[in-house]
Every structure is written in structure tokens, then in C-alpha cells.
């Protein structure tokens, strides 16, 4: 007979109460959620949306759904992501009122979500904001239970989409908070039947199932995350020879630095790092922006093993014209010099895609022997059918040539138009002709192109502008300080909430690092650094305080062609009414 506390036998054991044993899980009570956010960092972003779904024995039970006003606008990038636009949610009820309404509905549930840790770190956070008590429920994440119940052989990855295709779900995932959580309930369900055959029959059972235990070694250095500060910065970890093993950067290098003695890191590359680990150090910044810009310098110019990302900008692509009689275009990891027409830098195969749409739209030749203008060489079939001018047969002078060099270059620096209408009537030929691989094939050389020039254009038109001096306000008041100068951030600061910005950004003018003029990026990390900046400006909530020379982009430049290529790979057969 159980009681409903613990009690003592006459052998000195303790009787495990009821609690202690779980529910089954056909009598859990699940409350799957999803959120849509402004952004991936809690205590920076707001929520747009929250959707969830009550499930018990299998069954749906209840649904909760709403918009949500951040109170801050919708970065267009995540606009294009989710379709939440700031329209869409200007009349929609704040945090303040939908968290209490949301908390009630999950009231006494398990919660679950894909990838929770993102879920619930906004869901506390918008807790802490409102001054509402966090309940402390058992939280399932999917993510790790389709870690332990699935295969690389059946699944390349855990995404929500991978896993609801895996497991039959009615609802596509598509960045909306409830359709997302009723394909985790079915990704849920999957996972839960797989579970039984570990022997997992209770809640309790699931939730160890899921926790994960942390190895030994993180036991033993987790002391390396002592005393670190709860500031935006970046870290380094270091071997006992002083050497840089990975760099990270985060808003809170504390919390961060503990995450990797955590059962929650699992990745084996890290691991590995911590084995060699053997301190951490810090350099605090201002705010997330200079935090990000630190880490960028420090990975490329240290090369620490661990990381992957950003550590050899020198390998990235620029698109040129070769210097010759007859010039091509030429994929360098060399930067062209000043004024040199370019496109980039890139990866390689996005640089060879824009080739690809340049040729297509000009008779410029793409062979690859060097051409003298004193002795003809062999013909190539690009020449019999017209796609090339033949310089190696001399049918064009030097003079002639050049002017299609002329072309090439404005299309790298000027004016895309020219190529986006030659490569349309292309695409025009190939549709006709059912010929819709190829089709296929021109369309993303031509995205490929139009966006690399733009990010060439974007870049440039920064640098080229001289100093700028920006501010992003701050989450708990004041304004984060930047300023730029000629596409590197030269100095950073926040201002204390309430106080005049104007005498902080005067001082940080006088201080901020000299960048000696230049107008184009002049490598590949320069140019990391410059598009790291764009994105910061490009924030809805950044506002710009001064501007040196005009900072302004081309009417007729890449540009105005964003979103015009369309994503889908085959337009062309649902134009002629295939499907």
C-alpha cells in the first residue's frame, strides 16, 4: 500500500511514492508549442507569434494561437521568413497580455517544443519582462529525443521538416507558430512510440531519457566558466601553451561559456576541444555589434583549430577580367586593386555561377588560353554556334574586343540590366524548346549574379562613404554606439538609459581608431567586416546620427532587382503547364 509520502520499512528502505513513478504517458497531458521572434537572441528579440496544441492519449485536446506585437519592428529578412509583416501584427495584443492567457492554457502540462531551449529562453525571458512567476514545467525537447530515436540513415538532419516528413505529418512546417507545432505533435507521437521500445512508459521516464549526462571531462573543467562576466563579449578558449583553440562570441559570455559543461553539448568537435581547454579568457565589448566584429578579427587572424566559420577570409572568390589582349573573366583569391572591376569576394562556386550569367548574356570567351594578337589559335564550338566572338580566330580586332571587355566590366560594376534581359530571352529559347533543366541552370546563374552584385555595390557604397556614425537602441534604454569608418568599425559604446547620447558619441569620435581612406573594400576580411556592419544598419531600431560623404546605391544598380528571381527551380514548367 503506497502512501502519499515516503515511509520507512522495517529493512530501512524508502517506498517510492506514486509521484515518484510517473504518470503513463497515455495520461500526460502535452502542450506542444512554437513562437515566431524578431530574432534568434531571447533577451534582444521580441515575439511575434505563439502557437500550441494540448495532447493527451494521442489526441488533440485544445489549440492556442495569436500574434503577438513586439513592440519593436520586423526585420525583413524575418519578415520573408515567417510572412509576419509589421502590419500584420499592429493591432495584435502585446507580450504583457498573451503570456498569461498562454501560461493558463499549459497550466499543469509538460511542455515540448523543437529545439526548446530557443522556445522557453523566450518564453522566460518574456516572464522576466512582465514580472509573471515562470512555472518551472517538465520541458521534452524533440530535438534531442529524435537525437537518441533516430538514424543518420534515415534522416541527413533533425530539422522540424526532416522529422514530420519521417514521420507522416498532414501539416508542412512553414515558419507560423501553430501549423509548426502541430507538426511537432506528430513528430512528438513518432518519437514517444519509438521510446516505448526503451522501455520508456511515464513522463518521468521520458524526461530522463532525454537528459542527457555530461561526460567526466566537462565535469572536470567546468570550473573554467567561473567568474566570467554576464557581458556581451567574446571568449577564447586556450590550451596550457597559450594557444587559441575556438573563439565564440555572445550578449552573456557567462551563461555561454557554461553551456559547454552542459549535458546539452554534445557536439564531439568540442569535446574534443575541452580536452586540450585550459582557460578561458574574455574580452568584454560594448554591445552585441563590437562583440561580433571582435570575433570576426580574432578567428581570421588567429586560425584557432576548433572553428570553422570565418577562419580563412582569404580564401574566399572575386570575380575579374584578366589582363590581356583579349581579357576573360577569371575567378582570384587575389583582391583586384583599386579601381580594378569586380565582383565579391565569394565562395567559388557562387563566383562561377555569376561567370556563367555574364558569358551567357555576352560573346566574351571563357576559354582559357591566353590569346595573342599576332598569331590565331584553334576554334571552339562556343565560336561555331555564336557564343563567343572568336578572338582566337581574329575575327574580332583588339579594339572590337576591348569594347565587349568594356561590357563585361560595367555588368560587374554598373548596370545589370543589360544581363538580366539577355539571359531572360535565354531563358525564354530554353522554355520553348522544353528544355527546362537548362532553364533551370540559367535562372540561378542569374540569382547567383544579381546578388553578388549587389553585395559588391552594398560594400562598396559603405566604404566609400567615409565615417558613419549609427545607434541601435539598447534592451533596458540607452543606445548602442558605433562608428564606422570606411567600412570597420572604429569605436563602440552604450549609453546609460535616459542620459543625452550626443556628448558619449562626441567623446567616441575622438577616441574611435584613425582607418586610413580607401574607397572599395580591399580583401576578403575587410569585406566580412563591412557586411557584418550593413546588416547592424540595416536593423529597423538603428538610426543614423552622421554621415561623411554621400552613402546612397545605383537607381539602375543590383539592387532593385532583389526578390525578382523567383526560388522556385522550375517556374518555367509550371508556365507551360507541367507538373
Known amino acids: 500500500m503506497y502512501r502519499s509520502g515516503p515511509a520507512e520499512s522495517d529493512t530501512g528502505f524508502t517506498q517510492p511514492t506514486l509521484d515518484s513513478l510517473g504518470t503513463p504517458l497515455s495520461e500526460v497531458v502535452f502542450c506542444v508549442v512554437d513562437l515566431e521572434t ?40 524575418v519578415t520573408r521568413l515567417t510572412g509576419i509583416t509589421d502590419e500584420m501584427v499592429a493591432d495584435a495584443p502585446g507580450i504583457e497580455a498573451v503570456l498569461p492567457a498562454f501560461l493558463e492554457f499549459a497550466r499543469g502540462c509538460t ?11 523566450f518564453l522566460r ?53 501553430l501549423d509548426d507545432a502541430r507538426a511537432t505533435v506528430t513528430v512528438l507521437h513518432g518519437l514517444i512510440e519509438r521510446a516505448s521500445g526503451h522501455g520508456v512508459t511515464t513522463d518521468a521516464e521520458l524526461v530522463e531519457f532525454c537528459r542527457a549526462i555530461p561526460s567526466e571531462l566537462q565535469r572536470r ?58 582557460r578561458v579568457e574574455v574580452v568584454e565589448c560594448a554591445h552585441r555589434l563590437e562583440a561580433g566584429v571582435a570575433e570576426l578579427r580574432l578567428i581570421s587572424g588567429g586560425k584557432p583549430p576548433y572553428n570553422r566559420a570565418a577562419k580563412f577570409p582569404e580564401h574566399r572568390s572575386w570575380v575579374r577580367l584578366t589582363d590581356e589582349p583579349y581579357p576573360r573573366l577569371q575567378i582570384s583569391r587575389n583582391p583586384p586593386g583599386p579601381g580594378v572591376p569586380r565582383l565579391g569576394p565569394t565562395s567559388g562556386s557562387q563566383a562561377q555561377a555569376a561567370i556563367g550569367a555574364i558569358e551567357a548574356a555576352l560573346p566574351i570567351r571563357s576559354c582559357r588560353t591566353r590569346l595573342s594578337p599576332k598569331r590565331m589559335s584553334p576554334s571552339c564550338v562556343l565560336g561555331e554556334i555564336g557564343r563567343c566572338a572568336e578572338p582566337c580566330r581574329h575575327s574580332v580586332s583588339v579594339e572590337e574586343y576591348a569594347a565587349i571587355a568594356e561590357r563585361a566590366a560595367r555588368a560587374m560594376d554598373g548596370d545589370p540590366a543589360p544581363v538580366a534581359a539577355a539571359v531572360g530571352e535565354r531563358l525564354t529559347e530554353l522554355a520553348e524548346a522544353e528544355r527546362f533543366e537548362t532553364a533551370a541552370e540559367k535562372r540561378d546563374e542569374l540569382g547567383a549574379y544579381l546578388q553578388l552584385a549587389a553585395a559588391t555595390h552594398r560594400t562598396r557604397s559603405l566604404v566609400a562613404a567615409g565615417e558613419i556614425v549609427a545607434a541601435g537602441r539598447a534592451k533596458g534604454g540607452g543606445w548602442e554606439i558605433a562608428v564606422i569608418r570606411h567600412g570597420l568599425l572604429a569605436g563602440a559604446a552604450r549609453t546609460p538609459p535616459r542620459a543625452d547620447p550626443m556628448p558619449h558619441i562626441a567623446k567616441l569620435r575622438e577616441t574611435a581608431r584613425v582607418v586610413a581612406p580607401v574607397d572599395d573594400v580591399t580583401d576578403a576580411a575587410h569585406a566580412a567586416e563591412t557586411r557584418l556592419l550593413l546588416e547592424w544598419l540595416g536593423r529597423p531600431d538603428v538610426r543614423l546620427v552622421m554621415v561623411e560623404h554621400a552613402w546612397a546605391s545605383r537607381l539602375d544598380g543590383a539592387e532593385r532587382w532583389n526578390g525578382a528571381i523567383p526560388h522556385d527551380p522550375s517556374p518555367w514548367r509550371r508556365a507551360n503547364g507541367e507538373r
Open 125 to 177: 525571458h518574456a516572464c522576466e519582462l512582465t514580472d509573471t512567476r515562470w512555472p518551472r514545467p517538465p520541458v521534452i525537447d524533440t530535438v534531442v529525443l529524435a537525437r537518441r530515436l533516430t538514424d543518420k540513415s534515415e534522416v541527413p538532419n533533425r530539422r522540424l521538416g526532416t522529422l514530420a516528413r519521417l514521420f507522416g505529418s498532414p501539416v508542412t512546417p512553414n515558419h507560423r507558430a
Open 38 to 77: 524578431t530574432g534568434l537572441a531571447a533577451d534582444a528579440c521580441g515575439i511575434t507569434e505563439i502557437g500550441a496544441v494540448k495532447v493527451k492519449g494521442g489526441e488533440v485536446v485544445g489549440e492556442f494561437g495569436t500574434l503577438v506585437n513586439p513592440g519593436e519592428s520586423i526585420d525583413p529578412r
Open 221 to 278: 573543467k567546468r570550473h573554467l566558466a567561473d567568474g566570467l562576466p554576464h557581458a556581451p563579449g567574446v571568449y577564447i578558449f586556450r590550451d596550457a601553451d597559450d594557444r587559441a583553440l575556438y573563439i565564440g562570441v555572445s550578449v552573456d559570455v557567462a551563461a555561454r561559456v557554461r553551456s559547454y559543461f552542459s549535458a546539452a553539448e554534445q557536439r564531439r568537435r568540442l569535446r574534443d576541444m575541452l580536452a586540450s581547454a585550459e
Open 111 to 121: 511542455l515540448v517544443a523543437h529545439n526548446a531551449g530557443f522556445d522557453i529562453g
